[in-house]
């Protein structure tokens, strides 16, 4: 009797793996919603009204492979929740309570597919933007050229932008951001890996304006600057360098 129980209990127990490994690897796309989907392309933002009573469906497909990042802006009531869920290649997904939600490592040619719900009871209108890597401008290895006394406009969401410069005369520098949305602020440094910090300007209250000196530059040395966003709201601002 007692090998026929453990005979039986065994053969359960193989089914219940068995059953349970299949749920883990079948997927499932029926997490977003199964109504038809807007196209958007990548890099282009979309004004839309999300409604209290259903969720608005988009879909785009990456011209390159690697992370790839949803940004929900100009959003009005301003304190909305969404919440995305998204499916692409062999995975699913969902985010809630932020503006933005990250999809990692789709394909190159993957078609990503998400679901945007506002959890508030209200019907919401805002911009959405889909963006490669995190939306900025520049990368530590290239980074953005810029003028002394030329304003430049970029855009930046959630990660850091990275530039250069080449100081036309000695003596301390002002760096200004301007952002009517944003909180940014910017750290200067000697080096072409971004060590060897120079000066920094830090406002983490206000949007608008932020402007700081430089310590002392020499004429004809290049310096590498970042620019981060305190918060993680898309959009573009502006910045100039102006010298002494």
């Known amino acids: 009797m007692r090998i026929f129980k453990f005979g039986r209990y065994l053969t ?14 079948e997927k ?8 038809s989907y807007t196209n958007m392309e990548v890099g282009t ?16 497909t990456t011209d390159q492979s690697g992370k790839h990042t949803l940004y929900i802006y100009n959003i ?11 499916s692409y290649d062999n995975w699913i997904g969902f985010c809630y309570g932020s503006d933005n939600c990250t999809f990692n490592e789709p394909s190159s040619g993957s078609t990503v597919r998400f679901s945007l719900t506002e959890e508030s009871g209200n019907d919401v209108t805002c911009s959405i933007i889909v963006v490669e890597g995190d939306g900025g401008e520049g990368t530590a290895a290239s980074p953005v050229d810029l003028s002394i006394g030329q304003s430049h406009t ?14 036309a005369s000695n003596g301390f520098h002002s ?18 890996n971004f060590t060897s910090l120079n000066s920094y300007k830090y406002n983490f209250s206000d949007t608008g304006d932020v402007s700081g000196d430089t310590g002392n530059l ?9 620019v981060s966003n305190y918060g993680d709201t898309y959009g573009s601002f502006d910045i100039i360098v102006a010298g002494p």
């Open 12 to 25: 359960i127990l193989l089914s219940i793996v068995f059953i349970t490994v299949n749920c883990k690897v």
């Open 28 to 35: 499932d796309d029926s997490s977003v919603s199964s109504g």
């Open 45 to 60: 933002a979309e004004s839309t009204t999300i409604s209290a009573s259903s969720a608005s469906n988009y879909q785009f």
């Open 76 to 86: 009005s009531p301003a304190d909305t929740v969404f919440s995305v869920s998204y």
């Open 154 to 167: 970029g855009t930046i969401g959630s990660g850091i932008n990275y530039y250069r410069f080449t100081a």
């Open 175 to 192: 760096i200004t951001t301007s952002s009517s949305t944003q909180i940014l602020y910017w750290d200067l440094y000697e080096s072409s």
């Open 218 to 226: 020499a004429s004809g040395t290049t310096y590498y600057l970042k």
